[in-house]
């Protein structure tokens, strides 16, 4: 190879240069230090290493296998039996398999495949990171084969594989893992979590479909593949290959924070570091970002002019109260709600008294809708123009020991649209009989 090089106040001159390309040393101590870096120093994180990279390859055999339409079968650890297991029934592994997926670093059987997640070739040897050893037993044309995954006495992570037998079972992996116990709650969360982000009918947590964000009121679906978080302290989320990528600043308030769910195989796919434990933030991963942050707000606000068609007023306070209150999820939609914020909600012109427990009280026409946050008790048909001792009975009595607001009969707002709960009427209330100790005298004792 020829290289041109030019120095200052000197004519260019053309040298022949050497191209020496990296390689693998044939050195056994450099080898056994890149393999150890490779398993045991690689996760940021090593307890969500093998819960996050053993599903997701269980789930590629199936891909590759064809046989999408069977999920594969998680089993969370307990106290009972602290192991967290992974069988999928996808192409199977022969002992030969084992030797060269499990005691090779960086062979994959994913590589090239555009719809699988795995391609690294570590993922596989991901449990190393964590525990000290894991089993594996694998069947392939009726053979199956059990091999035990630990270190050496120096650290270096090897197989030791039982003789292969004739089982007749189906095709297919189960991977054992032990967990510590003051790590099997923290490894249920962090499945469950995960999984909740899979399609349903991929896989199976202890024999049952796992809930997904549908079910989680935090997460309002917005568009096809986007959720908004409802919740002020959440990073956002981009989900490829059933791995979540969190990014962002936790207390973001310029930006709604999504949970946007991206196709492997599409031009939305984003890179990620090795790890996979995180974004690798390219031009192109800052592109697909950038796109979500300039349509999130867009699909938000055009989700709730449709979510608000039709609703009482107490539905839209109610939708409103459950919004995070930061600057990134104000969109113009909210003054059509009538109230915002920073101002307070009127109840028609009437007054209306707040009754509490530590004997202070409050009156007015209108109230901020930070106060329905703390999920009041409305009192209506309360006829009196002040809260007596004897009414603060009546109200303890009837079970009423925090706070409620206390209203007039006649009153603007719809009464029908609050929810029953949170509705008592105060002929209700004075039909609880208060026991009490007798009256000094001189006392007031209005019963009404």
């Given at each position: 190879m020829k290289a041109e090089a030019a120095v200052v106040g000197y004519t260019k001159t053309t040298m022949e240069t050497e191209r020496v390309t990296y390689s693998i040393s044939d050195d056994v101590d450099i080898q056994r230090h890149l393999a150890k870096v490779l398993t045991?120093?690689?996760?940021?994180?090593?307890r969500e290493a093998p819960l996050r990279e053993v599903p997701t390859n269980a789930w590629d055999s199936h891909v590759r296998a064809g046989n999408t339409e069977t999920p594969i079968e998680v089993t969370l650890p307990?106290?009972?039996s602290p192991y967290f297991v992974v069988t999928d029934y996808g192409e199977g592994m022969s002992a030969e398999d084992l030797k060269m997926y499990y005691g090779t670093l960086g062979a994959s059987g994913s590589r090239g495949l555009e719809s699988t997640t795995g391609m690294l070739g570590l993922g596989a040897k991901s449990p190393l990171a964590y525990a000290q050893t894991f089993t594996v037993t694998a069947t392939k044309d009726g053979m199956t084969t059990v091999c035990s995954v630990s270190p050496d006495d120096e650290g270096?992570?090897?197989?030791d594989l039982l003789p292969s037998t004739y089982t007749g079972q189906p095709n297919g992996v189960t991977v054992e893992i032990p967990i510590r116990h003051n790590d099997i709650q923290y490894a249920r969360d962090y499945s469950l979590s995960m999984f909740s982000k899979w399609a349903k009918?991929?896989?199976l947590v202890d024999g049952k479909i796992p809930e997904t964000i549908d079910d989680d009121p935090r997460y309002v679906k917005v568009d096809d593949n986007m959720y908004v978080i409802m919740d002020r302290y959440a990073q956002s989320e981009i989900v490829m290959g059933g791995v979540v990528y969190k990014y962002g600043d936790r207390y973001d308030n310029k930006h709604v924070q999504t949970c946007t769910f991206v196709p492997v195989e599409s031009d939305w796919a984003v890179n990620f570091t090795p790890s996979r434990e995180a974004l690798h933030f390219t031009q192109k991963t800052n592109d697909v970002v950038s796109t979500v942050k300039l349509w999130a707000p867009k699909f938000w606000e055009r989700y709730l002019e449709r979510a608000m068609q039709g609703m009482s007023d107490w539905e839209k306070l109610d939708l409103y109260r459950r919004v995070p209150n930061n600057s990134g999820y104000q969109p113009?939609?909210?003054p059509n709600l009538g109230f915002s914020r920073n101002k307070k909600l009127n109840f028609g012109g009437v007054a209306w008294y707040?009754?509490?427990d530590d004997s202070t009280q409050k009156s007015g026409k209108s109230f901020k809708t930070e106060w329905v946050e703390q999920t009041y008790t409305f009192v209506t048909g309360f006829p009196y123009k002040r809260i007596s001792k004897v009414h603060k009975e009546s109200l303890r009595a009837h079970g009423l020991t925090d706070t409620a607001i206390l209203l007039p009969e006649i009153w603007d707002f719809d009464i029908d649209s609050i929810p029953k709960d949170r509705h008592i009427r105060w002929e209700d209330v004075k039909r609880v009989k208060v026991q009490r100790a007798s009256t000094p005298a001189g006392e007031r004792t209005?019963?009404?």
């Open positions: 045991k120093a690689f996760y940021g994180e090593p307990s106290a009972a270096l992570g090897g197989l009918g991929t896989v113009r939609s909210w707040l009754y509490s209005d019963t009404s």
